[in-house]
């Protein structure tokens, strides 16, 4: 009887439509066989080949292609219909018929948006950053999407870097734990888990550490470098299963990424055991020619698959070289046939051969679901950071009657989002205008944006945003908008100024040589400063500005980063009170951009700063930054206080247990993140003078008292050491300290001992 019940169980399982069964490692391996066994090298080419289902400069679309078994993957199509259409030529028109797998930037949403990437690492909530990537990964997967590029676990310490709204900031700790919950998010408990993604870890690596902060510069670190910060977030991802990874555009090191073995064979596979497939950026096999890496397409073809390259994201390079390089005997074939096997295991893995149709029924209800929208609003409501709040400005009370929302930023739908939105998405966020006036149904709320703002040099991902594009505002234009803006303000009791940068501003080929506020804003914050209201100052955008004059003259500052779909709900929530805020940054906040790169995890040097003639590198002001790494404030106070450690004394190898105590002591509930940061004292190298090595974000009410533990062991006090060009873990003297940020102050002396 209860074997007959089982296995209707496992007939009900299998029948469900889309819900494959993971297969077995070993049945993988059996159909992968069986595929290769039956592909001619042709085949095998086509699938590493990753077309575009958009083509720039007019070429043809991806159909011949994949009815010739000419493309293993395509991009850049976001059309349900479309890809079941494309879905139809390569599973019954091609030979093999092995589905497509289809690939496309979905970042921090697909249609109910989320904060970018920089602002969920805010929340320091890792588990709010994963339920993102599930809600993003439902959606596109409904929508006909297997794969994801993302997310982006770039280390950004220089914030002219436009990309770094896409990452979790400048700490490889902070950003490991990012990393694995938006892995775990987006593949869900195994790859090909219903209605999830497969995810892809890019840029590997070190893209983030740009010459000049300039998007695609050459990068120079180190190795100790390397494996101490950049690669952290990569390996927590591998850890987490990531079914694929990405190769980044620059040279590191004089090597591009896309063609470098030692990143891509002898770390990512040889030491990490990474089992997927790595594709290239977009058009990057190609580009290497422009790089100046070869002189011939068909010598980067073979490079790039020799170093571990396995699919050639749109630049065709693969499929018109790798070929005729195994039929001259440059390559053999058993180098495409690692390869292909890598890519088709993946493709099992998903279930693509099950369920490579998209339900165009089922992906209407479940973009429809108002469950995504309440998630997407809390994550905002976490990621806020409250910069500044004299005189406790905030929260504002209910009872105002005349508030001004003011600036370029307080009621645009596509800033709010931010960068990065999949192909043909239409903006819907609720503004922070409109946030502001659900609020305040009965009060007089007056609106009006100031002058414009906009790139001084276009982006070229403008191109791909619907609609005219509007002229620039004239000079008298500029002015008319600036007094009309500054009596709207005049009018008003209190003013709430939404100010920062576009979408454009930051994201991919978005760098900057300044880090002020773009254009007339902070001339206009100063002159309804000047008015003697009460301003608060709401900033959008995707990377930290230098609001010096704005940090010690505007009463209120919230960092709300570009907040998604739900911020000006959010926002509001905020302001009001309704929500206290949490977040802490994950950032420093330079003064200037000529400060960049800065970091918190510094070496220390001969000559500390702070001291009577050392008091600052720069002889033109503070090396300080404005903000440092991990601060926030909120509408409550917090108390650290018994800071202990399980012994005093650590062996090699052995873990101890760091405790401290955290009180709410003001009046409401807040939130708090525990920061722990340790400095190894002295060793084989110089250490940063601190580290993050544990993070908590915890709710207290008002008075409550909670006690935090922390693990300190192997895992947390070893780094691959330059000198000795291996992991280490040492006996020596360590600092240890927690508080609410990285200058945390209640602190404890550990020592390891052999
Ligand atoms: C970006 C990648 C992105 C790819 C595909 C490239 O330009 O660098 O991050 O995934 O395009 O759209």
Sequence with gaps: MRKTMLAALVVVLTAAPGIPAPPSDAQVRARVDALVAQMTLEEKVGQLTQAGGISFGGGPGPEEALRKGGAGSVLWVNDTKRFNALQKIAVEESRLKIPILYGLDVIHGYRTIFPIPLGMASSWDPSVHERAAEVAAREARAAGIHWTFAPMLDIARDARWGRIAEGAGEDPYLGAAMAAAQVRGFQGPYLGAPDRLLACAKHFAAYGAADGGRDYDPVYVSEG?????????????????????????????????????WLLRDVLRGEWGFPGFVVSDAFAVRNLLAQGFAREAKDVAARA??????????????????????????????????????????????????????????????????????????AAQRSMVLLRNEKKLLPLPQSLTNVAVIGPLADSKADTEGSWMVFGHVPAAVTVLEGVKARLKSARVTHAPGPEIRREVPSFFDDFVPGP???????EQAEAAFQQALETARGADLVIAVMGELANMSGEAASRSSLDLPGRQEELLRAVVALGKPVVLVLIGGRPLSITWASENVPAILEAWQPGTEGGRAVADVLFGDVNPGGKLP???????????????????????????????????????LYPFGYGLSYTTFAYSNLKLGAPQLRLGAAVTVSVDVTNTGAIAGDEVA????????GSDSRPARELKGFKRVSLKPGETQTLTFPLGPDELRYWSTSQKRWLQEAAAFDVWVGGDSTAALHADLSVVP
């Design 225 to 261: 470098q390397l494996r101490n910060v950049f690669f952290p977030p990569f390996a927590a991802a591998v850890a987490a299963g990531v079914g694929s990874f990405m190769a980044a555009y620059m040279d590191l090191n004089d090597v591009p990424a896309a063609a470098n073995a």
């Design 305 to 378: 698959l020799v170093a571990g390259l396995d699919m050639d994201m749109a630049s065709g390079t693969f499929a018109q070289h790798l070929v005729a390089l195994v039929k001259q005997g440059t390559l053999e074939e058993a180098q495409i046939d690692r390869a292909v096997r890598r890519v088709l295991s993946v493709k099992v893995q998903l279930g693509l051969f099950e369920a490579p149709y998209a339900d165009e029924v089922r992906a209407a209800s479940v973009l429809a679901d108002p469950q995504h929208g309440a998630e997407a609003r809390r």
């Design 675 to 682: 920061q722990l940061y340790v400095h190894q004292k002295a």
């Design 469 to 475: 594009k509007k002229p620039a505002q004239t000079k």
């Design 587 to 625: 950032v420093t906040f330079p003064r200037n951009a000529g400060h960049a790169p800065l970091y918190y995890a510094r070496n220390l040097t001969h000559q500390p700063e702070g001291s009577r003639q050392y008091r600052s590198r720069y002889w033109d002001g503070p090396t300080t930054p």
